[in-house]
Nanobody, 126 residues
Framework: QVQLVESGGGLVQAGGSLRLSCAAS????????MGWFRQAPGKEREFVAA????????YYGDSVKGRFTISRDNAKNTVYLQMNSLKSEDTAVYYC???????????????????WGQGTQVTVSS
């Protein structure tokens, strides 16, 4: 089992940047594929980005492609989401998620993940 704790959210102006972190407990972090999702008020949770357990493969939702970058540091048990060129429509609660994986298969559906953090609020002012 793994516990996830997100941090790094906050208030930023449109066009600015933020970096979210998700720290995972346990000694087998490198066995987990990781993902970021977000949920804006009144909307369904949306896929943002995914990264394979090795970090060698990544995948992005269309709305963030070219602006956001997912990465991981397995030595620090942490996955990151670098968010650049932020827009007001990026305002949401951001969640990281994990699933034990035996391959570098990338997952973009919520039900494919077993563990979730509590979320961190990102607010982009226009």
């Amino acid at each position: 089992q793994v516990q996830l704790v997100e941090s790094g959210g906050g208030l930023v102006q449109a066009g600015g940047s933020l970096r979210l972190s998700c720290a995972a407990s346990g000694r087998t972090f490198s066995s987990y594929a990781m993902g970021w999702f977000r949920q804006a008020p009144g909307k369904e949770r949306e896929f943002v980005a995914a990264i394979s357990r090795s970090g060698g493969s990544t995948y992005y939702g269309d709305s963030v492609k070219g602006r956001f970058t997912i990465s991981r540091d397995n030595a620090k048990n942490t996955v990151y989401l670098q968010m650049n060129s932020l827009k007001s429509e990026d305002t949401a609660v951001y969640y990281c998620a994990a699933v034990n994986s035996y391959s570098d298969y990338l997952r973009r559906r919520q039900h494919e993940y077993d563990y979730w953090g509590q979320g961190t609020q990102v607010t982009v002012s226009s």
